[in-house]
């Protein structure tokens, strides 16, 4: 079966940017929408951004948008996400997730392979 691995995370500070990457072992992947979810402890996993298997499609949630960037580059077999102006409200592990074709894009359920999570902290 395919993993997905996600790095880039790290301690920045507010204002700071980071991009994380995740990796799909298997090529096969670059046929599926992606999509990128956070955890914040004691919360349900947050959908953040989500992406079609062309890359011609980005979705966001209200609380990034114009903020974080979703792309992938297909000859890698890997889903980036950009972020910018990073606030203190966006620590939280990230992951990256295999979409299910035909389901929506903001719930957890609607993905079927996840990777290990990627932290990031960003202090105030």
């Known amino acids: 079966q395919g993993q997905l691995v996600e790095s880039g995370g790290g301690l920045v500070q507010a204002g700071d940017s980071l991009r994380l990457s995740c990796v799909a072992s298997?090529?096969?992947?670059?046929?599926?929408?992606m999509g990128w979810f956070r955890h914040f402890p004691g919360k349900e996993r947050e959908f953040v951004a989500g992406?079609?298997?062309?890359?011609?499609?980005?979705y966001y949630a209200d609380a990034v948008k114009e903020r974080f960037t979703i792309s992938r580059d297909k000859a890698k077999n890997t889903v980036y996400l950009q972020m910018t102006s990073l606030k203190p409200e966006d620590t939280a592990v990230y992951y990256c997730?295999?979409?299910?074709?035909?389901?929506?894009?903001?719930?957890?359920?609607?993905?079927?392979?996840w990777g290990q999570g990627t932290q990031v902290t960003v202090s105030s």
């Open positions: 298997d090529p096969a992947f670059s046929v599926y929408g």
């Open positions: 992406i079609n298997f062309s890359g011609a499609n980005t």
């Open positions: 997730a295999r979409h299910i074709y035909s389901r929506d894009w903001n719930e957890a359920r609607d993905y079927d392979y």
